[in-house]
């Protein structure tokens, strides 16, 4: 049964919404699903209501991609076009994405990046990464001032996919440029030192120690490295994966407040911060038999992940309800995964189809937001 929904967004807002998507579709194939676009100030409504990241919807087909359709909103593409993002890029006057997390953090950084630059003969980028189980100390300390590069030393870091990378990119939009900085920082903590302040032991180290210090890896990356290029925007991806393991419930809140803090003393409040959650993990795909449902905190690792996002809402509640602040969420990803088993590759990451829908999604809805006013 087709259902015939009316928008509820204002008329300019419609109209508005039409000169970048074209005609607003009204039509839905599946009950209940509103029609209005898909913004940041929504889902800020419907975390009011709910208490939470909001959840129902539905996978969908068009066109052989699929696509997933919540329902309190709605998108207009399966995969947002280039052309959308870069005008909705410059009209925000964005010009530095900032994404963190594990080395799925990095995989939507990659959607992203491919969504850009791949469909756009326009682009002309290049790229700069770092690899491997140390974090390499070059790519960092290059954007450090030499007092505190001179004390920078690494550490062996649990994570083989996690890669920090840096891909600069520019692009012409009615024959004027535009310069765009896309970048993903490894993080397979919350908080780490893999990344650290090492002090010689002489006796004016405690001098060089009140000018210079960073207690954990992303102290040190917050304060230094994005000392004098802050991002407009900042993808957050709490590396829920690896903390499942290391990280108690009971620890995990002052965890990720003691984070939050960091990121409020050393990015200024133009930068708009989106926490995303985690995704769950498919016990069926386990490459290893040791752990096939293994239990942490007597919990399977996508019971446990569901209530760390949990508790991540409920840190993160009286700031994503501000209206006019800087902080967002998103959908339940637990929620939307929920039925996709089948593109699991190892239980824990997912097929590419998998990342450049969330991200399709994720840009849709910031764009409407930008085009709409509706943060």
Request: glycine share 4%.
């Amino acid at each position: 049964m087709v259902l015939v929904l009316l928008s509820m967004v204002g008329k300019e807002s419609v109209d508005a919404w039409e000169n970048f998507h074209g005609a607003l579709p009204i039509q839905m194939t599946f009950e209940n699903v509103s029609s209005e676009p898909c913004t940041f100030a929504l889902l800020r409504d419907a975390y009011k209501r709910q208490g939470y990241f909001p959840r129902g919807g539905k996978w969908l087909m068009r066109e052989d991609v699929p696509y997933f359709q919540p329902q309190i909103c709605k998108f207009r593409y399966p995969r947002v076009s280039n052309s959308f993002m870069t005008k909705c890029i410059s009209k925000a006057n964005v010009s530095y994405v900032l994404t963190m997390g594990d080395s799925t953090g990095g995989m939507y950084s990659d959607a992203l990046r491919r969504t850009l630059t791949i469909k756009s003969k326009r682009f002309i980028s290049e790229e700069q990464k770092e690899d491997g189980f140390l974090p390499d100390k070059d790519y960092f300390t290059r954007e450090m001032p030499d007092e505190v590069a001179q004390y920078v030393t690494t550490k062996f870091r649990f994570c083989k996919g996690c890669a920090s990378k840096l891909h600069r990119a520019k692009f012409y939009i009615e024959n004027s440029l535009n310069f765009l900085n896309i970048e993903h920082i490894a993080q397979t903590m919350i908080l780490d030192d893999s990344l650290q302040l090492t002090f010689p032991s002489y006796k004016g180290a405690a001098k060089v120690m009140d000018k210079v210090w960073a207690i954990t890896t992303q102290e040190l990356i917050l304060r230094y490295y994005l000392k004098d290029k802050h991002p407009d925007v900042f993808l957050i991806f709490l590396p829920f994966v690896h903390a499942k393991g290391n990280i108690r419930l009971s620890r995990l809140p002052m965890e990720i407040k003691y984070f939050k803090g960091l990121v409020e003393e050393y990015l200024p409040n133009t930068t708009k911060l989106f926490y995303i959650t985690s995704y769950g993990e498919f016990e069926k795909e386990r490459k290893s038999s040791e752990w096939y449902k293994h239990l942490f905190e007597g919990m399977l690792a996508r019971d446990k992940i569901d209530k760390m996002n949990r508790i991540l809402y409920d840190v993160l509640e009286d700031d994503l309800l501000k209206r006019d602040g800087r902080y967002f969420g998103f959908f339940d990803l637990i929620d939307i995964s929920e039925d996709r088993g089948n593109w699991s590759t190892d239980s824990v990451h997912m097929e590419v189809v998998w990342y450049e829908s969330i991200m399709s999604m994720f840009w849709e809805t910031y764009c409407n937001s930008v085009l709409l006013n509706m943060f």
